[in-house]
């Protein structure tokens, strides 16, 4: 069995076995939820510096913060956005 993973930037990979979604950071929720999880130590932090532009979590409860565009994530892999699975159910 192959494992699969996108590519996040930098250098970094995500297994898709562990994601299902990409969030925007820019929602007040997903900021509230990636402060809590900075508290609790459960953030890989993948932007290198960078300006976050996506969330990522994981099935572990982990969070994964990336630099890459969101639309550029789903290209290379990773599966749709929530709100866009919700509308178009044959996107997956």
């Given at each position: 069995?192959a494992?699969?993973?996108a590519?996040?930037?930098?250098?970094?990979?995500?297994?898709?076995?562990?994601?299902?979604?990409?969030?925007?950071?820019?929602?007040?929720?997903?900021?509230?939820?990636?402060?809590?999880?900075?508290?609790?130590?459960?953030v890989?932090?993948?932007?290198?510096?960078?300006r976050?532009?996506?969330?990522?979590p994981?099935?572990?409860?982990?969070?994964?913060?990336?630099?890459?565009?969101?639309?550029?994530?789903?290209?290379?892999?990773?599966?749709?956005?929530?709100?866009?699975?919700?509308?178009?159910?044959?996107?997956?």
């Amino acid at each position: 069995m192959a494992i699969k993973l996108a590519h996040a930037g930098f250098g970094s990979f995500i297994s898709l076995e562990h994601t299902h979604r990409v969030l925007s950071p820019q929602s007040a929720k997903v900021q509230k939820l990636v402060r809590e999880q900075k508290a609790n130590g459960a953030v890989i932090d993948l932007t290198n510096g960078r300006r976050t532009t996506a969330v990522v979590p994981l099935d572990t409860g982990q969070l994964v913060l990336v630099s890459a565009q969101p639309k550029k994530l789903r290209a290379r892999g990773l599966l749709v956005d929530l709100a866009d699975f919700q509308r178009s159910p044959s996107a997956r």
